[in-house]
């Protein structure tokens, strides 16, 4: 490695890609000040798959490295890094961990171990994509075609909240019953000349008395003069509930939605992503999800498996500042050529 002098000197404050072993790397981070510095780590590491991936352009194929482990080397090489990776972590920060069927549950144990259970936040199920079914030509199968990954999700310290991650998607207004099969007494009470015997309300009596108020005056002074969306709009706090002829029931009004509230399946999104030829490339779409939700404008996020490069396109995208590692030179070379003009520093063994 170059001496600490210049090193130092490259990497104030800069982006940084190295090339060599990841735990080199995550040792001297540690040694130059990035102790509890990293907002977001995302990593990718080999799946214990026992496949060779390969870098594809035109007629020619190279390797970019070998999954090949045995178990107990597996397990120790991701242990060593996990537990190096988690000092850099800053108290507000998380981890997720891509990874697949083949150690996923004996990551989540290990993790468990590291991180504390209490910090485990989701496993995430996000769907490989343009891997096609070849099941049907076979006439018995020993297993089903398998098409998701699973991301694990961490957190550093169990008090740490997060922002509602939300992605866009428009819904329209509608109507929805205002009786529930959840039963608390409490919440039964007289509406329109009817008290339910079992079941409860969804609001409380004053704030549903407010929204049959507020639906009263839009009917009186505001129908025939505008919609109900378009009365909503001058003030959003208001809410209605309503009851029609021939339904026993009141409802009570959604308003639209431009976004909606993720859950931990994301099938909307795709873990992969063949635009650059390098075989196990992630989805630009995956890595700016995790990123925008999950560290702010400025941060610093760290992929210490990079691969192709993906989390540190979308960092730099973004406007987050990032750093990165790999030990494979096809994969450095990729990266390089991903990241175009961006201003960092490249650091070899």
């Not at 090339?19 to 540690?30: A, Q, R, S, T």
């Not at 030990?327 to 070379?333: E, L, P, V």
Request: hydrophobic fraction near 35%.
């Amino acid at each position: 490695m170059q001496t600490g002098k210049r090193l130092h000197r490259m990497v104030a404050g800069q982006n940084m890609l190295f090339h060599g072993d990841n735990l080199d790397f995550i040792y001297y981070l540690e040694k130059i000040g990035y102790k509890e510095k990293v907002e977001l780590v995302y990593i990718d590491p080999p799946f214990q798959s026992g496949e060779r991936y390969y870098y594809r352009r035109r007629n020619k194929s190279d390797l970019a490295f070998k999954d090949v482990w045995r178990p107990d080397e597996y397990f120790d090489m991701l242990e060593s890094r996990l537990k190096q990776i988690r000092e850099l972590i800053s108290p507000a920060g998380s981890i997720f961990v891509h990874l697949d069927w083949h150690s996923l549950h004996y990551a989540k144990v290990m993790m468990d171990r590291i991180f504390g259970p209490k910090n485990f936040r989701n496993e995430i199920i996000v769907k490989r994509g343009r891997r096609k079914n070849l099941q049907y030509q076979f006439s018995s199968i020993d297993r089903m075609h398998t098409a998701y990954d699973s991301i694990l999700w961490y957190s550093k310290s169990e008090d740490s909240k997060f922002s509602l991650p939300l992605v866009r998607q428009r819904s329209e207004a509608k109507w929805m019953g205002f009786w529930s099969n959840i039963s608390r007494p409490t919440m039964r009470y007289e509406i329109f000349g009817y008290t339910p015997e079992r079941g409860q309300w969804k609001w409380s009596k004053a704030r549903a008395s407010e929204a049959i108020g507020n639906y009263s005056r839009y009917l009186e002074e505001f129908s025939s003069k505008m919609s109900l969306e378009k009365y909503w709009e001058l003030d959003k706090s208001r809410e209605f509930i309503r009851k029609r002829k021939g339904v026993k029931y009141p409802e009570y009004w959604i308003p639209p939605k431009t976004h909606r509230i993720l859950d931990n399946v994301w099938l909307d999104v795709e873990a992969y992503s063949y635009s650059s030829g390098y075989s196990t490339q992630k989805h630009e779409a995956l890595l700016e999800r995790i990123v925008t939700q999950f560290s702010k404008p400025g941060g610093l996020v760290a992929d210490f498996f990079c691969g192709s490069g993906t989390t540190l396109v979308v960092a730099e995208k973004l406007g987050r500042r990032w750093i990165g590692s790999d030990s494979s030179a096809t994969a450095i070379s990729v990266t390089k050529k991903r990241l175009g003009q961006a201003d960092f520093s490249l650091i070899k063994t």
